[in-house]
């Protein structure tokens, strides 16, 4: 019980401000707090789906299997893979973080996770058909353009900057994670 | 629509699953638990922070803030305004359309779509837990820097 109220402490303190805020101006807090009830009720529905695929995944897709297409020397395979299976995704960002930690696991680069990263950010291919129809085909495909080259830019430059064993220990965690 | 999808390929490769190996599907589904179970404290609070900042924000403030004639003044802030916020897609993008029938500019908009979808303030803590926050705040701050040339070519690109 203990461990529960400080793992949600966070939690707790924010929805005790929100409370306060309401006896404050009820009209700003309860409507925070109707699209916050909202969002959660919309979480539990796309977010299900991605954790089971990604127990899925843990326990039947094996290391080397994993390695082999998305691993160190994986190449080009590799790095069209981390964008597909990004670009399928559904769901806002933070669901993306779990399925990495998983990645970590199973032995894909890093690279390569961070493309996967930056695809299920910016280039989910629902979001794209929205993004069409609001704000026209021209500013969506340009912007698709520029953010596929960016997206391997950014993973590139970040895998620079972090050294072999800041990644290990990443990688070290990932494996605490269950 | 595309939750349907997704929805019907996890029934078929669960039902695949738990036909071939029943204790393995529940280790499976417990392990989905587990995951879910340890990012849910900053779920919560993520998605509180969220409802309170939708509640704040409408169109007509932001699209006052970043005119098409406020230039890369504008841009900044848009890029700001997009770091901070955490606005899911089907609410953003018609969101942004209104916000240009409002009078924001495309370049200032796509600087405000693009830090919204990659450059995330509110979900650090959750990107620190499995990133660590060297890999998280490089992974932000070259997103943020991004954003940037983003604004510029569809600046060029969409008139």
């Given amino acids: 019980m203990k461990k529960i109220l400080k793992r949600y402490r966070g939690f707790l303190i924010v929805l005790i401000a929100m409370l306060l805020l309401t006896a404050i101006n009820y009209d700003l807090g309860t409507k925070a707090l109707g699209i916050s009830l909202n969002s959660i009720g919309e979480m539990l529905l796309i977010i299900p789906p991605v954790f089971i695929l990604l127990g899925l995944l843990d326990i039947w897709v094996p290391r080397e299997t994993m390695v082999r297409y998305m691993g160190e020397g994986s190449g080009l395979k590799g790095i069209l893979l981390a964008f597909f299976i990004g670009s399928a995704a559904a769901g806002p960002l933070y669901g993306a973080f779990p399925v990495a930690a998983v990645f970590m696991k199973k032995g894909v680069k890093f690279s390569n996770i961070l493309i996967f990263i930056g695809a299920w950010s910016t280039t989910k291919i629902p979001m794209f058909l929205f993004e069409m129809g609001s704000l026209g085909s021209r500013f969506a495909i340009a912007r698709l353009l520029i953010d596929i080259p960016g997206i391997i830019l950014i993973a590139y430059i970040l895998s620079k900057i972090m050294s072999r064993e800041e990644v290990e220990k990443m990688y070290e965690n990932a494996k605490n994670m269950d | ?159």
Wanted: hydrophobic residues 60%.
């Fill in chain 2, 1 to 159: 629509m595309d939750s349907y999808i997704f929805y019907g390929l996890t029934a078929v490769l669960l039902t695949l699953s738990f036909f071939k190996d029943k204790k393995k599907t529940k280790m499976a589904l417990k392990k989905a638990w587990k995951a879910f179970e340890n990012i849910l404290p900053e779920f919560l609070v993520v998605i509180l922070l969220v409802g309170l900042m939708l509640a704040l924000l409408n169109a007509g403030t932001i699209s006052k803030i970043i005119g098409s004639e406020s230039g890369w003044f504008g841009v900044i802030l848009a890029s700001l305004i997009g770091s901070i916020t955490l606005i899911p897609g089907f609410v953003a993008f018609p969101m942004a359309a209104l916000l240009v029938e409002n009078g924001a500019g495309y370049m200032q908009i796509a600087a405000f779509i693009s830090t919204l979808m990659m450059v995330g303030i509110v979900t650090m803590p959750v990107e620190i837990k499995y990133f660590g926050k060297k890999a998280t705040i490089g992974r932000n701050m070259l997103a943020f820097a991004f954003s940037f040339i983003v604004a510029l070519l569809i600046g060029m690109v969409v008139i």
